[in-house]
């Protein structure tokens, strides 16, 4: 399979503890983005990498997220400190660079705090 | 800012029906519009696009046209079938920042009887 794959699919915790979830994009794309997905909502756009450099921040990322793409390759966001007002789908998308081309989504990661 | 409004679900309708969603825009700029789909258990799919004005996106018998007099990117399909039952987001991206983030809307619960 070639498509986006994230891991874990689901994820429950406990308020207060710490969650990662890793997303692997489509080998040759070097854009990834990170959306965040609640229920009857649109997703709503977290974080953009172009390659490895995180290029842009929502308002919606408060200072217990961070995601980052070390290499250029995978990508994984961090939450700290998780509050129920987290739970949410978390979706990952990558593309390739130039104008309109399509971003592919991977099936997200459901994550459910306690 | 940019935002997309779609009209409110669920819809049912019966197979061979003909299908209407309606979707309308706020867009600084000149903005390229999107239809997902998202399948029961899958992950969001790029339904249809089109990048400018009176341009008319297509696929799988679902057709839209960028209307930019009306700000509006209405989905049709002509006879519906079980299969097309799904939840469909309406999206836009602005090309020139740089990142093309998608802002979606809500989505619209599709469900065919037959």
């Known amino acids: 399979d070639t498509g986006v794959s994230q891991n874990p699919r689901h994820k429950i915790t406990k308020r207060g503890q710490n969650v990662t979830f890793r997303c692997d994009p489509i080998?040759?794309?070097?854009?990834l983005y990170w959306y965040r997905q609640t229920l009857g909502q649109g997703p709503e756009f977290l974080t953009y990498?172009?390659?490895?450099?995180?290029?842009?921040k929502s308002r919606l990322l408060s200072d217990r997220f961070s995601a980052e793409r070390p290499k250029g390759s995978f990508s994984t966001l961090e939450i700290q400190r998780t509050e129920q007002g987290d739970s949410a789908m978390y979706l990952c998308?990558?593309?390739?660079?130039?104008?309109?081309?399509?971003?592919?989504f991977g099936p997200g990661t459901r994550l459910t705090v306690l | 800012g940019n935002s997309v409004t779609q009209m409110e679900g669920p819809v049912t309708l019966s197979e061979e029906a003909f299908l209407t969603i309606n979707c309308t825009y706020t867009?600084?700029?000149?903005?390229?519009l999107f239809w997902y789909v998202q399948y029961p258990g899958e992950g969001l799919q790029l339904l249809l696009k089109?990048?400018?004005?009176?341009d008319k996106g297509s696929n799988k018998g679902f057709e839209a046209t960028y209307r930019k007099e009306t700000t509006s990117f209405h989905l049709e399909k002509g006879s519906v079938q079980v299969s097309d039952s799904a939840v469909y987001f309406c999206?836009?991206?602005?090309?020139?920042?740089?990142?093309?983030?998608?802002?979606f809307g809500t989505g619209t619960r599709l469900t065919i009887i037959p």
């Open positions: 999206a836009l991206t602005l090309l020139n920042f740089g990142n093309e983030k998608l802002t």
């Open positions: 089109a990048t400018k004005a009176d």
């Open positions: 990498f172009q390659n490895e450099a995180q290029l842009e």
């Open positions: 080998s040759e794309h070097n854009r």
């Open positions: 867009a600084t700029g000149y903005p390229s």
């Open positions: 998308a990558s593309r390739k660079r130039g104008p309109n081309n399509e971003q592919f």
